[in-house]
């Protein structure tokens, strides 16, 4: 159980600093006990009274993500050499004594909290989806029809451009065009740079919300997304089928499945984690207030409020929306 109760400025830097101490002290144990234990052999390099360790270049490595196979003596010169660094930089920490500032202690608290979470998420998640089924795969593929049979590829003409701080007065001065021609013209009207050209949007991938408005969508109808500083206005052009089948769709509702196993884990995590604490003060009102809601991701024809997904492309090569999955190749 998690409880959070008043306590002085004073005690609360005293206290940091004794379990920040504690649990250095905790560590430190753990390491010597290890280096103890180590067979003859495993240490390969010396920094002042510190050892280094194969396994610790083995995992330098690995964190680096190099393959055994490529590890030429250039690379494991670098890896060895950056271990060597670190280690002499901790020992100039711990000789100008910063492992007694408050906050460097609890960095460290942190550090350690995080690499144990995510490892068990990580644990968490490999053994959730090593047991999906293809009756999970088949369930999914049949309740996604736009993914797989009745998948369909969007052509477009897009404008895309970086939005103007006031972005309500494009969107005012847009809102009634029936065609890119008349947004160009606004944007040269004012000073607002863009490049123009085609691209394609796949029913495979991009968000429920903006395929059912461009299902829905009228012959004349000029849609406005934005994301991460750009902003794109486009027009479908044409629409042609493309069903999703055979093993590659089996692949692509494989990735699905796993994406929506890793977004339920975090979701039960997050409210399990929530339902364990216990609040005093004023946190329990801060934490019972209504998280905000997230902006819409829907394409909206030219309407200011339209938000692309998150990491949506804004170019000429490709779509607004359309790099937030994986896509499939044919």
């Not at 109808?221 to 093993?247: A, E």
Request: charged share 25%; with cysteine; glycine share 6%.
């Amino acid at each position: 159980m998690l409880q959070v109760r008043p306590i002085s400025h004073r005690r609360w830097r005293i206290a940091a600093i004794g379990c920040a101490l504690a649990a250095a002290a905790i560590l430190a144990g753990c390491g010597k006990k290890q280096e103890a234990q180590a067979v003859v052999g495993q240490v390969i390099a010396h920094v002042g009274p510190d050892d280094v360790t194969q396994q610790e270049l083995d995992n330098e490595l690995r964190l680096a993500g190099i393959a055994p196979d490529k590890r030429t003596d250039a690379i494991v010169k670098a890896a060895l050499s950056r271990v060597i660094e670190r280690k002499y930089l901790v020992q100039q920490a711990l000789a100008g004594k910063l492992d007694r500032e408050p906050t460097v202690h609890l960095d460290i608290l942190r550090s350690r909290e995080q690499i144990l979470a995510g490892a068990f998420v990580q644990r968490d998640l490999s053994s959730k989806m090593s047991t999906i089924s293809k009756n999970e795969i088949d369930s999914y593929t049949q309740s996604h029809p736009k993914q797989f049979d009745q998948r369909e590829l969007f052509q477009i003409e897009q404008i895309s451009f970086t939005p103007p701080k006031d972005v309500e007065a494009l969107a005012a001065a847009t809102k009634d065009d029936k065609s890119l021609d008349q947004v160009e013209a606004q944007l040269n009207q004012m000073n607002i740079k863009f490049s123009r050209g085609t691209a394609t949007l796949d029913s495979a991938t991009i968000p429920p919300e903006m395929l059912k408005a461009l299902d829905a969508r009228k012959s004349d109808d000029v849609f406005f997304i934005r994301s991460r500083g750009s902003g794109s206005y486009f027009k479908v052009t044409s629409v042609d089928p493309k069903p999703l089948t055979g093993d590659e769709a089996n692949e692509f509702a494989k990735r699905e499945v796993r994406a929506e196993i890793a977004r339920k884990s975090a979701e039960d995590i997050s409210q399990a984690a929530l339902a364990t604490a216990k609040y005093e003060g004023d946190y329990a009102r801060v934490m019972a207030s209504p998280t905000p809601t997230p902006a819409p991701g829907a394409a909206a024809p030219a309407a200011p409020g339209g938000e692309a997904p998150s990491g949506a492309a804004q170019d000429t090569e490709k779509p607004a929306g359309e790099s937030e999955k994986e896509q499939p190749k044919n």
